[in-house]
């Protein structure tokens, strides 16, 4: 995708994106049509059906030849990332919407031929906007974001992880979690993959850990670590599939191997 086709698109992506946001932001004290998917706790609303569907139809509108992934199935069933292909969260952090109202985010990115060439994370309530060109830079709203610290040290980190990490009969030892957490500086779990992503990009925390995404929730995300230098792959190391769930480290690439370290010491 040459970078013209590329700026193109972004400017389609984001309109639209920010169009979401402010339907969401309309309705955000409307009753909610709550129902469960894979088990109770994973949720799913009207406005997470309502809000992909408006991004199909414009997507499917504008460009009929791309392909699209998205979670809640008004997307293509895809075996292969050739082509321009969308890759959509209508609601990232659906929990948060339904019990807090906030801390959410709509994630978009469009791959072509298998690499990330945009990535929006729009965090609707409050207005911002993490948005990243592939070789143009990471921003949020208007702000480019600094390439990440290259003298960080794994000490001073922040490190975002959810706390399922933390109980017995995972497949990482949780004594060697333990110990992560009294290693790095602090820790957070924000709810939102997407936004977790965004955070490592602006470098207001230094690595996220996830037992189990889909390409939904790191697709955007990706875009945006890349553009400041930062690494994401599973939590062996290993480069991440776009087609199927994959676990996650994204972070800073100073803490990257002693956080990949701490998994392999703990693998079960
Ligand atoms: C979820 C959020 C959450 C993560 C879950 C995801 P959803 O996405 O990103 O932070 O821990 O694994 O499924 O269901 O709210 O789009
Ligand atoms: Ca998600
Ligand atoms: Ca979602």
Same mark, same amino acid.
């Given at each position: ?25 309309? +309705?955000?004290?409307? =009753? ?14 009207? @406005?997470?059906? #309502? ?12 460009? =009929?030849?791309? &392909? ?31 019990? #807090? ?20 994370? &729009? ?15 990471? &921003? +949020? ?38 110990? @992560? ?88």
């Amino acid at each position: 995708m040459d970078k013209m086709e590329r700026n193109q698109v972004y400017l389609n992506a984001e309109a639209w994106v920010l169009e979401a946001g402010e339907q969401i932001r309309n +309705k955000i004290n409307e =009753p909610r049509i709550i129902e469960t998917k894979s088990n109770p706790n994973d949720l799913v609303t009207e @406005m997470d059906k #309502q809000t992909e569907k408006f991004l199909v139809e414009k997507i499917k509108e504008t460009y =009929p030849e791309h &392909y699209i992934i998205g979670e809640e199935g008004y997307g293509d069933e895809l075996t292969s990332l050739q082509g321009t292909v969308w890759i959509i969260d209508p609601i990232d952090g659906t929990m948060n919407f339904v019990h #807090q109202r906030k801390n959410f985010a709509i994630s978009v990115a469009v791959f072509h031929d298998e690499i990330g060439e945009i990535g929006l994370v &729009y965090d609707v309530m409050a207005d911002e906007l993490y948005h990243a060109k592939r070789s143009e830079g990471a &921003y +949020k709203n208007e702000e480019l974001l600094p390439e990440l610290r290259r003298d960080l040290k794994l000490e001073e980190s922040i490190v975002d992880m959810n706390h399922y990490f933390l109980c017995p009969n995972r497949v990482v030892d949780e004594k060697i979690m333990h110990q @992560m957490i009294r290693t790095v500086r602090g820790s957070r779990s924000y709810g939102s993959a997407a936004l977790e992503f965004a955070y490592v990009a602006e470098g207001i925390i230094d690595g996220y850990l996830s037992m189990r995404l889909a390409p939904w929730d790191i697709a955007a995300g990706i875009v945006l670590v890349n553009e400041v230098g930062g690494v994401s792959t599973t939590l062996d190391g290993v480069s991440l599939n776009m087609l199927t769930n994959n676990s996650i480290l994204t972070c800073n690439p100073k803490i990257q191997e002693q956080l990949l370290a701490f998994i392999k010491n703990g693998r079960k």
